[in-house]
């Protein structure tokens, strides 16, 4: 059983950055892939970005160029990192894990931690 945790959530102004990390406990973290998705109020849980255990990544166009997403096997973390927030980016992030290659329908998910992007 993998349990993930999330951290770096928090309230920014539109053009400010933040970074998500997801600490993974409980399972051979460089074999899985890492996701994070998001979840805004009335709207359906959304993959933002991944990155599988080769380190080959996939953004959202809506991220494309603004996020990036890396993972430290040495401290079982995956990270988040964004840049040039905007209002539209606020939401729910949800870090993902997943045996195999692919981003999707991940195994296990972490709590959730709030992002809202807000002048």
């Known amino acids: 059983q993998v349990q993930l945790v999330e951290s770096g959530g928090g309230l920014v102004q539109p053009g400010e950055s933040l970074r998500l990390s997801c600490a993974a406990s409980?399972?051979?973290?460089?074999?899985?892939?890492m996701s994070w998705y998001r979840q805004a109020p009335g709207k359906q849980r959304e993959l933002v970005a991944g990155i599988t255990k080769f380190s080959r990544t996939k953004y959202a166009d809506s991220v494309q160029g603004r996020f990036t997403i890396s993972r430290d096997n040495a401290k079982n973390t995956v990270y988040l990192q964004m840049n040039s927030l905007k209002p539209e980016d606020t939401a729910v992030y949800y870090c993902?894990?997943?045996?195999?290659?692919?981003?999707?329908?991940?195994?296990?998910w972490g709590q959730g931690t709030q992002v809202t992007v807000s002048s």
């Open positions: 993902g894990a997943r045996q195999g290659v692919t981003w999707y329908l991940p195994t296990y």
């Open positions: 409980g399972g051979i973290f460089d074999t899985y892939t």
